[in-house]
T-cell receptor, first 113, second 109 residues
C-alpha cells in the first residue's frame, strides 16, 4: 500500500483564493482525519470522518473551511476564501480502528500571501 | 491549559545515552499514542497503548493508567533518532486525538 496520499505537497496562493487539499486514505481504513499544524498551536484536529460520515467537525475554524468525503477513497478540505492566518501544514491521517495506530500522509504545506 | 503535558520540551543528549520522554494526561483515555515527526515534517505513529508496555526495536513505551502517565524510552540513542516526539490521547467514545506540545530530541554524535 502506498500509504495515505495527500496532494498537493506545497501550495502557495493569494489571499481570497479558494484552496482545495486532497487526501486518499489507506484502503480499508474506515476513519479519516484532517489535522492542522502551526508553530503557535501545534497539531489540532479539524474534522474526522467515520465510514465517510463527518463525526466531529468542532475543530473547523470557521465557515470558510469545509470538508467532504464522497467515498471511502477520497476526501477534500476546502478553504474559501483563504487568509494568511490559514498558512500551516495540513495533515490527513487514516485509521483502521485496530491496535496499530494512525497512518499520516506527508502533509500539504499551505502558504497564503 | 493543554490536557496533555510533555516533558522535557527540549532534550539534547550524546549518542548512546538512554532517553526518557514523559507525558501526563488529565482524563481517562481509551488509548495513548506516541508519534515521531522528523525534520522533514512527516509524522509516523510509533505506538498506541492502553495499558502496560510495548517495545519496538530500541523504543519502549509504558503507561500507568492510575497515574495518568506515559513514558517513551529510547535505548542506545542514535543521531537518526533526532526528531520531535509527540504524545496524544484518545478519549472514550471519540477517536480524535488531543496532542501534547512535543519534545524536541537532538542526539549528538
Amino acid at each position: 500500500d502506498a500509504g495515505v496520499i495527500q496532494s498537493p505537497r506545497h501550495e502557495v496562493t493569494e489571499m481570497g483564493q479558494e484552496v482545495t487539499l486532497r487526501c486518499k486514505p489507506i484502503s480499508g481504513h474506515n476513519s479519516l482525519f484532517w489535522y492542522r499544524q502551526t508553530m503557535m498551536r501545534g497539531l489540532e484536529l479539524l474534522i474526522y470522518f467515520n465510514n465517510n460520515v463527518p463525526i466531529d467537525d468542532s475543530g473547523m475554524p470557521e465557515d470558510r473551511f469545509s470538508a467532504k468525503m464522497p467515498n471511502a477513497s477520497f476526501s477534500t478540505l476546502k478553504i474559501q476564501p483563504s487568509e494568511p492566518r490559514d498558512s500551516a501544514v495540513y495533515f490527513c491521517a487514516s485509521d483502521a480502528g485496530g491496535p496499530y495506530g494512525y497512518t499520516f500522509g506527508s502533509g500539504t504545506r499551505l502558504t497564503v500571501v | 491549559k493543554n490536557e496533555v503535558e510533555q516533558s522535557p520540551q527540549n532534550l539534547t543528549a550524546q549518542e548512546g545515552e538512554f532517553i526518557t520522554i514523559n507525558c501526563s494526561y488529565s482524563v481517562g483515555i481509551s488509548a495513548l499514542h506516541w508519534l515521531q515527526q522528523h525534520p522533514g515534517g512527516g509524522i509516523v505513529s510509533l505506538f498506541m497503548l492502553s495499558s502496560g508496555k510495548k517495545k519496538h526495536g530500541r523504543l519502549i513505551a509504558t503507561i500507568n493508567i492510575q497515574e495518568k502517565h506515559s513514558s517513551l524510552h529510547i535505548t542506545a540513542s542514535h543521531p537518526r533518532d533526532s526528531a520531535v516526539y509527540i504524545c496524544a490521547q484518545a478519549n472514550f467514545g471519540n477517536e480524535k486525538l488531543t496532542f501534547g506540545t512535543g519534545t524536541r530530541l537532538t542526539i549528538i554524535p
